[in-house]
């Protein structure tokens, strides 16, 4: 636990990849853009082995990791800028359990949207309800800095009037939204999907305030940091 175990919550940072939608999404951009362009060297099996084991390891680039393995360093940017063309998230990509428990928070806490995505994201959460429930917007690409950058969180912050202290970061990723979140001084949630390792380690687990499999737990994980303040 951090030092602020048991502090006011009144604001809610919520990752879109993984804790709202499905990340085998991106996953798929990824692929797609990797088998494009380096069809003579793209292995579909190799490139899952190396996604995995990026996942199991929370840490690094995953799009310099699969460069690394099947293309040039030159091609990182083509790469990145291809995979965000086809990376989109269909409603079917929404989580069911998402609705109900913004419900569920949305009378008792903020809700800022925190993530490293293009803006167009947000017609996606709009077209899926999501966006009537957030107070706060924090897309990379509006605000200028991508996570683990300590920028995007203070942005939401900032936009929220809310001390660090009394906000909680919820996110899938340990390096960019667990790490990144702490060092701002939030306590963190680390849902455990997506880009999530399928089996974290003891001390992968021991890095944030609360581990859940689903946002279904979030509301009673929420009520726990806050040590039943509400």
Known sequence: MTANEGARVDLVLLDVGGPIYDDVHYFA???????????D???????????????????GSLRTAITERFLRPR????????????????????????LPALREIAPRYRIAVVANQRAVVTDALRRDGVADFVDVWAISELVGAEKPDPAIFRHALAEARVAPENAVHVGNRLDTDVRGAQRVGLRTVWVLRGEAPPEPTTAQLAEPDVAVRTLAE???????LAGGSR
């Open 75 to 98: 091609d990182r940017q083509w790469l990145s800028d291809l995979a965000s063309k086809y990376w989109e998230y269909p409603p079917s990509a929404l989580y069911p359990d998402v």
């Open 41 to 59: 060297r793209f292995d579909r099996a190799e490139f899952t082995a190396v996604y995995d084991a990026h996942r199991q390891r929370q840490g």
């Open 29 to 39: 951009a990824l692929r797609r853009a990797t088998e494009e362009l380096a069809p």
């Open 218 to 224: 979030l509301p009673s994980a929420l009520d726990r």
